[in-house]
């Protein structure tokens, strides 16, 4: 059965149970020209959108409908974590081809209304229309954060101290044994996987680093480590100092370079795809806001190099030496 | 020149001047992981989204780009238009294939800049990223009203009277006219095809209704009149009765259903995409509201037709027969 079948009226009404989860300040839900809400009081508004194309984001038969409504709906929020804010409301907008089966549709929907009710956020509306042959998935994200709380690309000063709030590169060797046909055969290979699949956002990681005063500067990494540090140096006009030991290499991911001959400091580098937050805190205060993390979410804020003044990106390796690096992660246009 | 050429970070910075035009209360436009920005006090919050995609809803050898973003956005600001509320901010996604020339791309944006200096709209953000083959484009909208302002869909009250903000059908006759290879050799055939190429939303039509007591019931003309009027009959669970002969039909349609021996009132019943606002008015309301309308946009409001409390669709002919008509707009998926 696909969406022909039933009509956009008729699938509207199929999907739109278990979208509204919190519903104080919604006065209109889907249903109408638009979504009605008031925002909460004294709050910025963050909004934030992404599309995802079938054949250059994702492949159908290589994924479960659930997981790519979880992942789809997961990027968009982990914009939000890096501005420090919650999230509120979604706006799923999808083109279906005559192809896609109404099961596959409410899977992408149930994925995505399982990671919506984890950090309580509404499906507020949409659009549904057709697709010649490719899945088209465009989600946009409304949240909300205290002016003073929100943290930025370009607020990052020289002495900060660079940090991960998870493992670098595992999401890159998960998206390599899919694209090879490695079948994930063991519990090390589907942690990668699901690192790939499945990534979470650090919504709550996000905010309590918004909250302690002496961070500066924060984004996520979707483009690779290199890429959005090199986003972070950019738009703040500072260099970047990385410890390649200090980077936080998953046993895992060390297992699986091991085991297919890579560099675990080089995938950590140039993957994509972490979705774990980068940040830049004050020296003065590094110390104090890791061991509330530590307690917090008992998973340490890794501390991983320094902001500089020199405007360089440099990784300094354990043996000594000094590379320079540039940011390889992804650009979706740029021919190398 | 195409996008590989440039990146999508330096076709961001190509296409971002001009794009932040009203600088009050916004606190980050495009440059970070999301847009930031202080929402109007005490009103609500409207949110609508649309995806369009090549091949479905837009073919790129018969449009030029400005046109193709002047429209996609107008469709929005249109549904922002259905509520009563104002346009305030935009996000614009786009999937852009190989062969999409920089040029089509940058005149996409100056339409959507032009139609949103019209109206005061910023493009505070979005997406860039690849598609296979076709061009993708999806609009994200957010306005806002105050709350008694605004107006749906379900609370028309039988005894209002239907009206509409302007002609119905010519839309579709220029949508005829293109599709049919037909030139546009005439003034009158100009018309109905701007009328589909760059319709305007009836923002300032839509407001002025808002703020007038007595408006119960709005929504705009995208999927068709019968559809449009149907979907206000089934959410407000009202009958409808439609007068053919006070249907608004311009004489460029009329000429053209002549010409191409069409009947104009099927046309205006079942063409989508007029973009012009139904709403439904307490008939002790309507004739003082039609004259302030016409005195502040010097074009009338048009009576045509009333909400009933029989449940039925009718449509009462000038020779006194009474047909029954069903929703017979466009469904995108609906297999007829």
Redesign the interface.
């Known amino acids: 059965m696909n969406?022909?079948?039933?009509?956009?009226?008729?699938?509207i009404k199929r999907i739109s149970r278990g979208c509204l989860i919190r519903p104080q300040n919604i006065?209109?839900a889907i249903?109408?020209?638009?979504?009605?809400?008031?925002?909460p009081p004294h709050e910025?508004?963050?909004?934030?959108?992404?599309?995802l194309?079938e054949?250059?984001?994702f492949f159908r038969n290589t994924t479960s409908g659930f997981n790519l409504g979880y992942k789809a709906l997961s990027v968009n929020l982990s914009?939000?974590a890096?501005?420090g804010?919650i999230a509120r409301?979604a706006?799923i907008?999808?083109?279906?081809p005559d192809d896609c089966d109404l099961d596959f549709l409410e899977e992408l929907y149930n994925g995505m209304k399982r990671l919506a009710a984890e950090f309580g956020l509404n499906i507020?509306?949409?659009?549904?229309?057709?697709?010649?042959?490719?899945l088209?998935i465009?989600i946009?994200v409304?949240?909300s954060?205290f002016?003073k709380e929100?943290l930025?690309?370009?607020t990052a000063q020289p002495g900060d101290i660079i940090c991960s709030t998870g493992f670098l590169g595992d999401s890159r060797a998960g998206l390599h044994l899919i694209t090879h046909n490695i079948e994930a055969d063991s519990n090390e290979l589907k942690t990668l996987r699901d690192a790939h699949v499945i990534p979470k956002p650090d919504l709550r990681e996000g905010r309590f680093l918004a909250r302690q005063g002496g961070v500066h500067a924060m984004?996520?990494v979707s483009d690779g480590l290199s890429s959005d540090i090199g986003h972070i140096a950019e738009?703040s006009n500072v260099g970047i100092r990385l410890y390649s030991e200090k980077i936080p290499i998953s046993n895992n991911l060390e297992k699986f370079c091991a085991r297919f001959d890579f560099d675990p400091v080089e995938y950590a580098l140039a993957g994509g795809e972490d979705y774990t937050l980068l940040c830049t805190i004050s020296p003065d205060r590094v110390d104090h806001i890791a061991a509330n993390y530590l307690r917090r979410f008992r998973n340490p804020l890794y501390q991983i190099g320094e902001i500089t003044d020199s405007g360089k990106m440099e990784l300094f390796l354990s043996n000594g030496q000094i590379r320079s690096f540039s940011p390889s992660g992804w650009?979706?246009?740029?021919?190398k």
Chains 1, 2 share one sequence.
Do not use: C, Q
């Not at 650009?331 to 021919?335: E, G, W």
């Open positions: 969406l022909r079948d039933i009509g956009e009226f008729g699938f006065i209109k249903g109408d020209d638009a979504a009605a809400f008031f925002p910025v508004i963050l909004v934030t959108t992404d599309l194309v054949g250059v984001h914009d939000i890096a501005m804010g409301e706006f907008s999808i083109a279906v507020l509306g949409g659009d549904t229309t057709l697709s010649k042959t490719d088209i465009n946009s409304l949240g954060a002016e929100i930025y690309r370009n984004i996520d738009e650009d979706h246009f740029k021919t």
